[in-house]
């Protein structure tokens, strides 16, 4: 009982961390008991920060947040967010328009990717591409499955993923470098010291690569040649006892270059394609503590996204297609703690994006939506075991309807060994302006349009009055303002932990999706053509179980075992085959009525994926195995009746096991070396992304000198 | 689904099995080949392998390019029908590509025209009161083109035809006489290829249409 309520003491000063740990530090205020204790917490617990805006203790966060260290981020031999992805339980990555992340089912356009709970800019079809993300300089990352709109709004419908930086205070530089196959070089540069009041952190990523190509006899890489820089500063100033001031900079640049041969009677052309990316970001931020109860944080970011994808064919350019995303947001949050029992967070913001793109009406100008927010939340323990969050947040925007998004959640410790958590929230993914403004006119491929929300009515009325349009479908009439896309998400969970070795985490979840936007036929150009435009259609639904087993079974061995299994659905598809409307082929291609239980939901989902991983450490060399598992998912729809059923074509399921192992040489030196993907599985047609058999040795270097 | 598969097969087999014996007719071989087949069994007649103007190129676009004729076909007779007659009565349907005519407004001299019914090739046996049979007017045909319009869905991605299951054609012949027309493959031997098949072969393959169709 009374630790538990030191635990709770504990809990209330925790979103002081950041000062404190400053304080502490400095040694500034030894008689400080809150900087004490948080000493002795940080060496027992990890805090999280993603699940309620604010830190807390792992095991005290009413919303469960898995966090991914530093030391498992290098003991996988990861380069890039998606390395570290790929190995979680639930997750799964996409090919195409880049790598995303499929969450809990959900698309990646429904999963928010932040930086220091700072979003990032810049996706492609929906997909925030995660090899755009170096993580040689990452303290941790936090995931949060389930809907957090409440907290962050727009894209934080399926969950939330937050990379925190390491900002650590150690005066040390490190130097590391990677070698592998297909002549991947990946050089990291981390710099960090401090100086009185000063903290200054900087990270360097130079990461080239050949690609590789596992098409056989093509000049087409499938993973094509690209070098990507990444530069980032941290600074902080400590400016009193109670303030202080963060800045945040980061460059990222990313050029990708691919070769195309097409052959045409026997003529071959040579294509090559082109894409740069650039990303910026800037963040300052100022802490400020009113009293030991009321803190308050503004935060100021700047973002800029700039791609541009070129084709040329000898010499011809056949496409190029530029687009420019800029996100500015101020934003203050003030956490005010009552008691020990009591706390409240809320915050106001205000964001300013733009888009600029050559497939929006006119190239130059940079179309804005204006988003005003305000969120609030409040955390109240009325008995000890219980912990209960709630909280709301509203983004009114000028461009499509606004948004309100509640959450609420609980967590009840039954005892030191048994926890149950539950919450249910409703997330929202705001149109984007592709789906708002584009206006696209493919010439290249028989003249078919796609028009934005905004723009169709308009540009269609203009083609009917100088007669460019041969017929109007039924579907043109239902355009109206596009409204938000909407998720309830409900979360179930327990977390049993027998002894300290052994933790199991099981959990439920189902996510309701209405108002999915969908592209719709609207119009005929005069040429047969069509014309698309988006609105909101579709309704879905995903739900599933993940658990998770972790065992320590000496002090250096440990294994984990991960395991989701996913169902989905379309709910308008299920009513039309329950309607007796779809249609499927019997062995000799002829049509019969398709049955609910051939029906496999939303395609490029595996119904079971699970990983393991087999760790052996000890104080100077470690040593891991890890096993990834995918169910076979549906592909494409070969009995072409618009829906996946069992008749469809599937990947094959597959297994891929990873393997690395590190030495600890001196202090200074470390070394290590890794196989991923043993088995060489490939698949061409459906896993492009997915090398065969690489190797690769790192080796680092850490020159330290101690604070002064 | 694979014991749905023998059942369905076993069926087949013993319908076929029936109708020949009640017919006392030689025994039908429905094995697809390949080439260029019409066989009747029962009231329904099947059509195997119907060239609908293959492709011998590219165009300089990179699109893949035909002779540009159509395939005439009478349904009465169940036989091609000469490019010399196009301007006749004789045929009923024609197909180039994924295009299909009937014979009447802009495509022939004939009183043809069609419609596309939803639903089961086995339980339409007539014309439907409510429907209105379509007459050609070129650019738009009485059987819809384009994807998921009239029979059949493009697979970009894939680059693949594939016909809609549940769509049959409710054709009106050149002479007025109705008829109901199934397509089940747009691939030389009704096989369609594998998604992962080069764009080689899926081009070499397409445009041979398999049907089937009955009176009504």
């Known amino acids: ?336 703690y009552l008691n020990d029992k009591v706390c409240f967070n809320a915050g106001v913001g205000m964001v300013q994006e733009g888009v600029k793109s050559n497939r929006y009406e006119l190239n130059s100008t940079r179309r804005t939506n204006n988003i005003a927010y305000v969120f609030a939340q409040t955390e109240i323990k009325p008995v000890e075991k219980l912990t209960i969050i709630a909280g709301f947040r509203y983004d009114n925007n000028q461009l499509f309807a606004a948004a309100f998004s509640p959450k609420i959640a609980a967590m009840l410790k039954a005892n030191d060994h048994l926890k149950f958590n539950a919450s249910i929230g409703r997330g929202f993914k705001a149109p984007d302006f592709r789906q708002l403004y584009l206006n696209f006119t493919n010439t290249a491929a028989g003249g078919y349009s796609v028009f934005g929300a905004l723009e169709a009515q308009k540009q269609i009325e203009f083609l009917q009055s100088i007669g460019q349009i041969s017929s109007i479908e039924s579907d043109y009439y239902r355009l109206k303002e596009l409204h938000p896309e909407y998720a309830t998400g409900i979360n179930l969970g327990l977390q049993y932990n027998p002894s300290a070795a052994v933790q199991f985490d099981f959990s439920l979840f189902r996510n309701d999706v209405e108002n999915l936007i969908d592209t719709r036929l609207v119009a005929y150009h005069k040429s047969g053509a069509q014309i698309f435009s988006y609105l909101n259609l579709k309704n879905a639904y995903t739900q599933g179980v993940e658990t998770q087993l972790n065992v320590k079974i000496t002090p250096q061995i440990a294994v984990a075992v991960g395991y989701q299994y996913l169902l989905t659905a379309d709910k308008d598809q299920i009513k039309e085959i329950k309607a007796g409307k779809i249609y499927t082929i019997d062995a000799s291609g002829f049509a019969r009525l398709m049955r609910l239980d051939e029906y496999i939901g939303l395609p490029n989902r595996s119904k079971h994926m699970a990983n393991f991983k087999f760790t052996y450490e000890n104080e100077n060399y470690f040593t891991n195995l890890r096993i990834l598992f995918r169910s076979k998912w549906a592909v494409s729809d070969k009995d072409g009746n618009g829906l996946y059923n069992t008749n469809d074509a599937f990947a094959n399921a597959f297994a891929q096991i990873n393997f690395a192992a590190g030495k600890q040489f001196s202090k200074q030196f470390r070394a290590q070396i890794g196989c991923d993907n043993i088995g060489n599985y490939v698949d061409i047609a459906n896993l492009p992304n997915l090398a065969g058999r690489t190797f690769y040795t790192t080796l680092t270097y850490q020159f330290n000198q101690k604070n002064k | 689904m694979k014991k749905n598969q023998i059942l369905i097969a076993m069926a087949m087999v013993v319908s076929s099995f029936y109708a020949c014996t009640s017919d006392n007719t030689v025994t039908v071989d429905t094995t697809n080949n390949g080439t260029f087949k019409v066989y009747t069994v029962g009231n329904v007649t099947s059509v195997q392998n119907l060239i609908a103007d293959t492709i011998v190129g590219m165009s300089m676009q990179g699109q893949p390019v035909g002779t540009g004729h159509f395939t005439f076909f009478n349904l009465r007779t169940g036989s091609i029908v000469p490019n010399a007659d196009s301007a006749t009565s004789n045929w009923d349907v024609a197909f180039r590509g994924t295009t299909i005519l009937t014979n009447a407004g802009t495509s022939g001299p004939g009183a043809g025209g069609a419609y596309v019914h939803v639903g089961l090739f086995a339980d339409v046996n007539a014309f439907n009161a409510d429907s209105t049979v379509r007459t050609d007017a070129a650019p738009v045909y009485a059987i819809k083109t384009g994807s998921n319009k009239g029979w059949y869905v493009y697979d970009g991605a894939n680059n693949l035809i594939t016909p809609i299951p549940g769509r049959v054609l409710m054709i009106q012949a050149a002479n007025s006489a109705k008829y109901k027309l199934e397509i089940n493959n747009y691939y030389k031997g009704g096989v369609t290829p594998l998604t992962s098949a080069t764009d080689a072969i899926k081009l070499s393959t397409q445009r041979y249409y398999n049907f089937r169709y009955s009176a009504l």
């Open chain 1, 1 to 336: 009982m009374k630790r538990i309520k030191y635990h709770l003491l504990i809990i209330t000063i925790l979103a002081f961390a950041n000062l404190a740990k400053a304080q502490q530090a400095r040694l500034s205020k030894p008689t400080d008991s809150a900087a004490h204790s948080l000493k002795t917490y940080h060496i027992n617990e990890e805090t999280v920060i993603t699940a309620t805006r604010s830190e807390r203790k792992l095991s005290n966060v009413a919303i469960p947040t898995k966090i991914i260290t530093q030391k498992s981020i290098k003991q996988i031999g990861a380069m890039r967010l998606s390395d570290v992805l790929q190995e979680q339980s639930g997750l799964f990555l996409t090919a195409g328009f880049g790598t995303g992340v499929q969450m809990q089912g959900l698309n990646p356009d429904y999963t928010l990717i932040m930086i220091n709970g700072e979003p990032l800019v810049g996706r492609t079809s929906g997909v925030l591409d995660l090899n755009r993300l170096a993580i040689g300089n990452i303290k941790k990352i936090e995931i949060v499955k389930g809907p957090s709109s409440s907290l962050y709004g727009s894209e934080a419908m399926a969950g939330v993923i937050n990379i925190i930086t390491d900002q650590s205070q150690k005066n040390k530089v490190e130097a590391s470098v990677r070698y592998g196959t297909y002549n991947t070089k990946d050089i990291n540069l981390n710099t960090t010291f401090s100086k009185g009041k000063f903290t200054f952190a900087h990270f360097l990523n130079n990461y080239q690569s050949d690609g590789f190509s596992i098409r056989p006899y093509s000049v087409e890489r499938t993973v094509a040649p690209i070098w990507r820089l990444t530069n980032q500063f941290h600074a902080a100033y400590q400016a009193t006892a109670k303030t202080k001031i963060e800045l945040d900079l980061r460059y990222a640049y990313e050029h990708i270059q691919n070769q195309i041969a097409v052959t045409n009677n026997g003529i071959i052309t040579y294509s090559t394609g082109n894409e740069y990316h650039q990303d910026v970001n800037l963040n300052p931020v100022i802490t400020h503590l009113f009293s030991s109860k009321l803190k308050s944080t503004l935060r100021l970011y700047a973002t800029n996204y700039n791609a541009d994808q070129s084709l040329n064919t000898s010499g011809n350019s056949i496409y190029d297609d530029k687009l420019n995303h800029q996100f500015l947001r101020a934003e203050n949050q003030t956490d005010y």
